[in-house]
């Protein structure tokens, strides 16, 4: 019955009599002046027929009579199945319109009968008290009869109680006496602790002191030496001047003579390209990995994602890869065609280094073609590719972020996702940075070339470490000086790589630095407005790069701490990736990127602009701009000497 009267009240509820009986009302109304504007038709109608009859020749009307009559009949039948359907409808709205509505009265029957419901539960609590109630009168009558035992159980609970009682006592007493004792103890530590506090602050005081002064001694002597150091360079400065008109004039010669060696090169080249590259495929048998190898009918080739000089990457579907069913994108890298025999080593250098890596922060080999056509790389999908760009796209997100400055290529690109970065965001980028080289470092794999272009950014700003071989012929060539040997990256090249070649895990740790610096400075360029040239005297001389707006001092000292000229006092990756967690624990606001516009210093121009930026050296104290004359003397009769010896 409760759930009859329940679905009733909701049904009648939902229903909404009172909404029908006015649509209702509504509608008679509308009925009603419908039926005066039919009289009013049918009157006109009439008239007109009449002057029809009228102006109409006999035997026209004649003619027309039969379908007069036709459409006469159709009216009156219309018109008779409306007035029918009306008075129906009039029906209807007469025993409805004045109906009350029962919701009311049901809503009531609802609570009426939740009520009597609570009254019959509390009828039969009510008769399972009264047998409780029966019951215990009858251990009452039992109990009375017990006297005897109730005065001795009595005298035993008045022997507890003082027993009780006097055990407490004493409890309380010991328990006060012990928190006595402590505090006592704590006391006089505390106050131990007091002297030795304020003895090692009056030690701390002093040794400030004498730090100070030796501050100020060591500010005299470098102003000193910066007087003489800008004595000497004015001494030389007409010395230089001759040394670059003679080098010019070597210059010259040296490119009349490169022109010729260049023409008589491509001739050479492409008479026996096609060989050397057939004899370099030849000559590395272990190419072909059945463990890796990936049937290329099975790969569709897409659009181009980035390409370089001499080797290029694409988009591309593969079908049943690693047992999966469907299609997978991935990426594919390969060579162009006028590549050398050198680029294909450093390609098959990356197929091997990927073939034993595996770690969620490191580019993932899916596979390899290298039967029947040339060698394709077949590696994990980065959905928004370079950490560059995607830094560079992301000043244009949200109000708080750059909204001009550099700007990618990023056409071949999915566009990132429109969440504007946050403090949290770039420290997290640092940190699985980190997470993958501290890897590459416990496998004994040096990178070389570690640098936000060379860092992926997949689904989830995931940060995935690439390009392990050719990656210096794939990228801009500002970021790059030409050798005999290659392009290099100059700007992101640890000091003992730059003068003495030595690559190691440490020299990667001073790129982490610098890669640091691009994720900070939201892809900026290294270096701004000094050439490539340049950066080497002032590295060695010990010049660093400055503290980007908005950086905090935290994460400037960790750049400083891989920038470190002795390789040995660079912290490890281990150590980096947990200063990076600390800071992501903390999730201190060391970025104050709404204060940025773009004009602010944190847009660096990637052309060198003819405003250089202040040079400082590791203690951020200023350097003279100008370069010793015997480093420059001996750099560029080495360059007249190296090109007079190539022709």
Known sequence: MAANVGSMFQYWKRFDLQQLQRELDATATVLANRQDESEQSRKRLIEQSREFKKNTPEDLRKQVAPLLKSFQGEIDALSKRSKEAEAAFLNVYKRLIDVPDPVPALDLGQQLQLKVQRLHDIETENQKLRETLEEYNKEFAEVKNQEVTIKALKEKIREYEQTLKNQAETIALEKEQKLQNDFAEKERKLQETQMSTTSKLEEAEHKVQSLQTALEKTRTELFDLKTKYDEETTAKADEIEMIMTDLERANQRAEVAQREAETLREQLSSANHSLQLASQIQKAPDVEDPKWEFPRKNLVLGKTLGEGEFGKVVKATAFHLKG?????????????????PSELRDLLSEFNVLKQVNHPHVIKLYGACSQDGPLLLIVEYA????????????RKVGPGYLGSGGSRNSSSLDHPDERALTMGDLISFAWQISQGMQYLAEMKLVHRDLAARNILVAEGRKMKISDFGLSRDVYEEDSYVKRSQGRIPVKWMAIESLFDHIYTTQSDVWSFGVLLWEIVTLGGNPYPGIPPERLFNLLKTGHRMERPDNCSEEMYRLMLQCWKQEPDKRPVF?????????????RRD?????????????????????????LVDCNNAPLPRALPSTWIENKLYGRISHAFTRF
């Open 383 to 394: 959905k928004y590719g370079s950490l560059r760009g995607f830094l560079r796209e992301s």
């Open 324 to 340: 999966r069913a469907g299609y997978t994108t991935v990426a594919v890298k390969m060579l162009k065609e006028n590549a050398s």
């Open 590 to 614: 060391y970025l104050d990127l709404a204060a940025s516009t773009p004009s602010d210093s944190l847009i660096y121009d990637d052309g060198l602009s003819e405003e250089e930026t202040p």
């Open 574 to 586: 281990a150590d980096i990736s947990k200063d990076l967690e600390k800071m992501m624990v903390k």
